[in-house]
């Protein structure tokens, strides 16, 4: 048996329902996780479905599919990166300033926001960004 708690869970469930198809499960996780990402950076960066839709080029369609099935493959590296810039941002920021700060033109970002940089679609400039605002170690030294 396995000893973390989402392994725990995992042994009830296919203890509790043992016809469960394995793929089945894995199928809906994968789906989860998906969804997950971009619930959690619209929530965070307070974006409607046409922020999102703006930000990545696309139709307000196109976002609704993905807040229900995930977003597709060609878009996972953007969405990692701006994940990564949300936890970063979760973890040393209160989360109702968060919003503000990722409206804010700031003179390192060349006078454009974190929002406008990824609706550039410069996703990862926004990650390196953001790491470069909590890098305390250099601020120090």
């Not at 995930?70 to 590296?77: D, I, N, S, T, W």
């Not at 949300?86 to 503000?100: K, N, Q, Y």
């Not at 940089?117 to 410069?122: C, K, T, Y």
């Amino acid at each position: 048996m396995t000893t973390t708690t989402a392994g725990r869970a995992v042994d009830r469930l296919l203890r509790d329902h043992r016809d469960l198809d394995l793929d089945d499960l894995a199928a809906e996780l994968d789906r989860r996780r998906r969804v997950a990402g971009i619930r959690h950076l619209m929530e965070v960066w307070d974006l409607s479905l046409a922020d999102v839709a703006t930000m990545f080029g696309v139709s307000r369609q196109a976002v609704s599919k993905w807040v229900a099935v995930g977003v597709p493959a060609e878009r996972a590296p953007a969405m990692a990166d701006l994940a990564a810039a949300t936890d970063l941002l979760v973890r040393h920021l209160r989360r109702d300033r968060i919003p503000a700060v990722v409206r804010r033109a700031a003179p390192a970002l060349g006078d454009r926001s974190l929002l406008a940089l990824a609706a550039d679609g410069r996703a990862a400039e926004v990650l390196a960004a953001t790491r470069s605002m909590f890098a305390f170690e250099r601020a120090n030294g």
